[in-house]
Each structure stands twice: as structure tokens, then as C-alpha cells.
């Protein structure tokens, strides 16, 4: 995009999966993103900064109440879970109306992922796994080298794949998943979640840590889509109850809250979401 085609857009910074602002992951958002090519897109991802910045566009399928796409500083995503419920908040904020009232259909590099409100918060619906089942025992090696895991502590792996290619890993408590001090090099090009129970009374029930390359690997602060995908996987193997309450980011001094219920056939990954940044941005 050339600087004489550049317009002023509306833009979003959104804290997303946390009641209290500025404790939970931010994204940014920009409202209206037509006319913006793949590469202006991803340029402006790169510069934010942030794990994630989506681009909000009118719907292409006649199901959808709107389209998002969603780059990390050096990709595309066809679905990521934070940036779907902040996207929903600013859609939302920003004036839009729901072809069904109560129920967003968000069209992404996935397909529809419907969001609701729930309990007051909003939820999406877990997109279905692409690829799930155990590790083989070359990439559990590297999980129990990349956590520093002792004999023993890693309970099950897991393929967990809605689009990024996460693993799930289940350990014995919430202290356990505390504890982690990542050798990040060994986890090389893995993106990890790690996950274990809390003890009754702890206000949550499970601890969340994830762990994914980019320029460098990093821990993320709160992640929708291995939420997803981890209350798929410990929900369907009894592991979990059908309703329960995650924390992430507790060792990065964040507070993220990821609320899963199960329903039917569907799961539903809420969060709370506020608007911190509010104006424009000239792309």
C-alpha cells in the first residue's frame, strides 16, 4: 500500500480474558479493513507488536455477520480463540448488529465460529480439532527436555490442532505447571500448552501455560485456542468437569480467566473483554 492510498481507520486495543484491565491479553483490532492487501495486513501486525492483530471486514458468506482475518507478527492465522472474542467485543462496540440476536457468526481462515453471549461474557464455540491424538515418543522426549519435566510428571501429550498446531500437555497440579522453567531452545519449533488441576477451593480449577515460537519462543499470557482444544481433549476423557474455570498467566503477573462450558455437542471458551486504546490508525 502506497502512502498516497493510505486512509485513517478506526482502531481497537482490547485486554481480552480478564475482568480487570490490563491483566489479561491484549489485541489489536482494526475496525474497518477494506481495501487492505495481505501484505499491508501483515506489515502492520509486525508493527504492533502484540501476539495478534486482526482486521475486521464485511462478511463474504451469507451465514456470517462479519469477517475477520487475524496475523501474528509474521503470519496468518485461519483462527486464534482471544483474538475471536476481541474481535467479537469491538464488532460489537463498533456498532454491529447480529443477524440472530444474541449468536455472532465470525467467518475466518477456518470457516464460521459462532460467539454468544454467556453469562455475561463472550464465548465461542471450539472449532473442531483437525489432528487429535498421543505424541509419539520422539516429541514427548522433547516436551519432557523443553518443560524440564522429572520422570514421571508428564501424565499425557496430546495433538491438539484448531489451527495452530498446539500439543497438550497434563500434569499432576496447578503447582506442578507453575513450577516449569523452560529450556525454550529444546522446545524448538513446538507449540506447547501445559495444564494441570488446582486444589479444591483455589477459586479456579485448572492453571494454563503456553509456550510458542516466533522470532523467539515465548510464553503467551492467555490463550483461546488451546483452551479450546485442551477442553475438548479433558472433557471427552472425564479429565475435567463440563464446566470449569482456567487461569493463565499467573507467572507473567496477568490474571487471565477462560470459562468452559460444555453444552450438547458444543464447547464454549469465554472470556471478558475491555476496550483500553480507543481512535485511529492511518493505513
Given at each position: 500500500m502506497t502512502s498516497n492510498s493510505?486512509?485513517?481507520r478506526p482502531f481497537h486495543q482490547v485486554d481480552v480474558f480478564s475482568g480487570e484491565p490490563y491483566k489479561g491479553n491484549p489485541l489489536a483490532v482494526v475496525v474497518d479493513a477494506e481495501g487492505l492487501s495481505s501484505q499491508a495486513m501483515q506489515g502492520f501486525a509486525n508493527w504492533t507488536n502484540l501476539s495478534e492483530t486482526t482486521f475486521l471486514l464485511p462478511a463474504t458468506h451469507p451465514d456470517a455477520d462479519y469477517k475477520v482475518r487475524i496475523f501474528t507478527g509474521s503470519e496468518e492465522f485461519p483462527f486464534a480463540g482471544h483474538p475471536t472474542l476481541g474481535s467479537a467485543h469491538t464488532w460489537l462496540e463498533a456498532g454491529g448488529v447480529p443477524?440472530?440476536?444474541?449468536?455472532?457468526?465470525?467467518e475466518c481462515g477456518a470457516g464460521l465460529v459462532r460467539v454468544k453471549h454467556d453469562a455475561g461474557r463472550l464465548a465461542f464455540a471450539a472449532p473442531p480439532l483437525t489432528r487429535f491424538g498421543p505424541v509419539g515418543e520422539e516429541v514427548r522426549a522433547q516436551l519432557m527436555a523443553g518443560l524440564q519435566l522429572a520422570d514421571g510428571a508428564l501424565l499425557d501429550a496430546s495433538w491438539l490442532v484448531n489451527g495452530p498446531r498446539w500439543i497438550g500437555v497434563l500434569l499432576g497440579s496447578a503447582d506442578d505447571v507453575l513450577a516449569i522453567e523452560p529450556d525454550l531452545a529444546a522446545l524448538g519449533e513446538l507449540n506447547v500448552g501445559v495444564i494441570g488441576p488446582h486444589k479444591e477451593g483455589a477459586g479456579v480449577d485448572f492453571e494454563v501455560r503456553t509456550f510458542f515460537p516466533g522470532d523467539a519462543m515465548i510464553e503467551d499470557p492467555v490463550t483461546g485456542s488451546f483452551n479450546a482444544g485442551a477442553?475438548?481433549?479433558?472433557?471427552?476423557?472425564?479429565?475435567?468437569?463440563?464446566?470449569?474455570?482456567?487461569?493463565?498467566g499467573t507467572v507473567l503477573g496477568r490474571a487471565g480467566r477462560i470459562h468452559v462450558r460444555a453444552e450438547g455437542d458444543d464447547i464454549w471458551i469465554g472470556g471478558e473483554s475491555t476496550t483500553c486504546i480507543q481512535g485511529t490508525v492511518v493505513l
Open positions: 493510505m486512509r485513517s443477524k440472530t440476536d444474541g449468536v455472532l457468526v465470525q477442553a475438548q481433549w479433558l472433557i471427552g476423557s472425564g479429565r475435567a468437569p463440563r464446566e470449569y474455570v482456567a487461569a493463565q
